[in-house]
DNA sequence: AATGAATGAGCCTTCATTCAT
DNA sequence: GATGAATGAAGGCTCATTCAT
């Protein structure tokens, strides 16, 4: 032990405390996204998250750079959460039909019980269009995303392509979504069952 | 009868006075989504508009409310617009295929030539999910694209709901506009394919 | 009448003018009572004045320099019909308690039914203190109401001097008429016995 | 014991933080006051107060909720004070002589050397006869006042009420204050012989 | 590491006043 | 005489960010 070189003893150090610091940015953010998905990135201050959250103002900063950054974390965050609980839905799934009515189900859940969430990330994807700053991270998950829409669908390049596949699945969620939230409240298997159909018609190609 | 003319004469001045007011509300508003659709609304200041158009910021005021009512003016503008070219475009149509190459070509020229008013309108109905006051624009609207995909692929409610193919030729849009947007520009007859196989898939269920 | 000298014709028309002028003034400042007196001085716009009288905005400046000389006409209007209101009343009065129970009941009627505009007189009263502008004419309104404070209870400077009489008076009617905007409703009786036992205290001296 | 600590140290920094804070409005308020007593409440822009004295715009908000809220801090801090002055004035007095006296005195130096301040309260307790959110504050004042009233001249039931005789003892301390303001400057012991003479009539009865 | 007091640029909005018609 | 469109200075208020402790 002893003869570890200083360097080393240093370096493991500061990964302990960059670790320390990643647990505690989670944590925060975590608490941030309460905060956002309700009033939105613009309508959402940071006093707004300091206060909902028993945080401090000054901590938010100390571990954030500005408000941007806490967003693109938050995003992050929680949309591979997302991505993950998809993942898993239809890892189990063995044939076509178990993957598509897997994959409708996930989504439509995620509709019906995560609606605001999933507002935030439409907020952000938004935001992106205008400020370059946020590309990055819309970008990385839509790809993350992307990826799942083709794990579902498979590569048929002779009908559509995966980002026109991805951009329809979106945009149909997004509508849903929206009459979700408007105040058109649908259940779960209502719900699925339009994805079902929808990539029925994706397969049939 | 000489003594209905005052009355004739008041009605007529009236009524001209609000002719008027409408000519420069629109006109205001032609300014202002100059300044919108660069920034966001979020990020665009009256101060801005009123700068960009030489207009006094008083004068924004005089005409609109405040400033959501300003927002919603304008998107109401723009997307008649939008929805009377895709109809004029679609209106020569005879043959299915005539109708779904001109609606592609309209919605794919539209992306290249009209993609930062768009964009615009992507923030307004983000905004509708967390501020309920934009949601009587955007909920007509979306009706009125609506009626323009089901004059396109007519009703088949043994295949998708027009809400949803609505959501998912929408999607597409959105999605090949963020691309134009973030920087891969493609070419009109390009993006037009790909909401030809869109439509092409939609038909043959 | 053709002798008269050219002077005295254009004198005559000119006169002419003035009165018709004074009457128009008249009639545009009875109208914006209505409105000063509902939300007060520093709250009522001109716009408010002329939309709530269906006056246009720029005869308002027509006639008044600004919105200060529009207010010293309002006020010096209204008092004058007040001081005539009470003077009248008391001016059938025989005996000493007529008097007293004349003008009690004037300044109680006068609390119940003009409460409103009553607030407007101390809304001005208090500007007065601040801005000089309105010291005349509160001045020469409150030299009004002494002269009638002293009729009704005459000259006993072994007493009470008139300018405390009068402040005295002021403060029972200005409470009294707290009260009553404030949600207190008192009958008229019952507020003209307040001013009474005040009255009758004093005469004792 | 040890572990009651923590708990007792949090809430004795707490109650230091909110000390702190209380101190710290206080200081603001006093500063406001100085401005907002010189030109009335309707006059005064937060930007007047901050400059005047040498604070920032934004910290005024910082303690106080709006306008209104810091102007009802200034009066409740400024009229506790005058109660607090005419309350020790009278306390040591014994008999009804002296009691007038002190009371008179304490009016009346008032009038001389706290005249702007004092103005100050006229202006709120007016606009509260407009706007509701002034009231509780103008209740509670005039509460006191009236307590003061009460324990200068007793209850006599059957003589004027207590209400009545506040309105009368404001009415001309106003109208003394009003002539002070608008320049017939008076001496101060001018001025008691004043409301003496009043409070030996109401003593009469 | 953590706090929250303090800052001040900037925002939306109001409104008396002006002026072309 | 009369109108109301237009102006722009000014006001209350917000809020990301900084910094002393």
Redesign the pocket.
Known sequence: MTDQKPIGKLAARAAI?GA??DA?KRELAESAIEALKRYGY?????????AQS?????????????????LIYCVRLYKEAFAADIGARIAGAKTREDLFQAFAEGLAASIVEEAETHRLWYDIRNQALFDPVFQPVVAEIEGSLMGLVERVTGERSDSLSTPVLYGAVDGVFRHLLESQIVGNRRSIPDLAEEFRSLLALASKA
């Open positions: 405390k320390k610091r505690k613009a309508n959402t201050t940071l006093r707004d998250i300091a028993e945080l401090s103002l000054g901590m938010l900063h100390y571990y954030f750079e500005n408000k941007e950054q806490l």
